[in-house]
């Protein structure tokens, strides 16, 4: 199986900082990467897909990139609503299609 | 406007079966990959099956292989997934998910139910 390894694990920022997750991958998988944002008790929500597209409707102060086994997540100035947990997933032939451990973004 | 609720959760002794259902609507079901998905209390998200648009290709997650059988009924719009077999460890709240594909590839789940929460438990 593809392993995802994501760091932080946890993440302290205030409102207006800029955050970076990194998303490592165990073998090569191009771009097939997505990101997901959950918040407690609600489903996941699709932010980013093929690692730097933004999903319809998402901020644009959500980006992706990176390629191969290293891609990052960046929110340019975080805001009062972007406090949540966030995950990664590859999706590429190798089934099964794993999600990273999360990251968990608390206000500071 | 796309949506998919699922139900069917609750509590179950070990080794017991449960079949969780998601009802879609809002798109054309049938034209899309489903995915069922877990996340136990407290922990993170782990993809668990999913099934192909005319339901003959269907993938699982080795620790639910043997045990848990996914399937549709597009004329009905639903999505299915049959436990058996239950562990302590299936307790999770389990979401249907649509995969979003263009030009021939997967690139993620776009929509997903509210969840529906599953315990083993005795």
């Known amino acids: 199986d593809i392993q995802l390894t994501q760091s932080p694990s946890f993440l302290s920022a205030s409102v207006g900082d800029r955050v970076t997750i990194t998303c490592r991958a165990s073998?090569?998988?191009?771009?097939?990467l997505a990101w997901y944002q959950q918040k407690p008790g609600k489903a996941p929500k699709f932010l980013i897909y093929?690692?730097?597209i933004l999903q319809s409707g998402v901020p644009s102060r959500f980006s992706g990139s990176g390629s191969g086994t290293e891609f990052t997540l960046t929110i340019s100035s975080l805001q009062p609503e972007d406090f949540a947990t966030y995950y990664c997933?590859?999706?590429?032939?190798?089934?099964?299609?794993?999600f990273g451990q999360g990251t968990k973004v608390e206000i500071k | 406007e796309v949506q998919l609720v699922e139900s069917g959760g609750g509590l179950v002794q070990p080794g017991g079966s449960l079949r969780l259902s998601c009802a879609a609507s809002?798109?054309?079901?049938?034209?899309?990959?489903a995915n069922w998905v877990r996340q136990a209390p407290g922990k993170g998200l782990e993809w668990v099956a999913n099934?192909?648009?005319?339901?003959?290709?269907?993938y699982y997650v080795d620790s639910v292989k043997g045990r848990f059988t996914i399937f549709r009924d597009n004329a009905k719009n639903s999505l299915h997934l049959q436990m058996n077999s239950l562990r302590a460890e299936d307790t999770a709240v389990y979401y249907c998910?649509?995969?979003?594909?263009?030009?021939?590839?997967?690139?993620?789940?776009?929509?997903w139910g509210r969840g529906t929460l599953v315990t083993v438990s005795s």
């Open positions: 998910a649509r995969t979003y594909h263009s030009s021939g590839w997967y690139w993620g789940f776009d929509y």
């Open positions: 809002g798109f054309t079901f049938g034209s899309y990959w």
């Open positions: 099934i192909k648009q005319d339901g003959s290709d269907k």
């Open positions: 073998q090569g998988i191009s771009t097939y």
């Open positions: 093929g690692a730097p």
């Open positions: 997933q590859h999706l590429t032939d190798y089934l099964p299609w794993t």
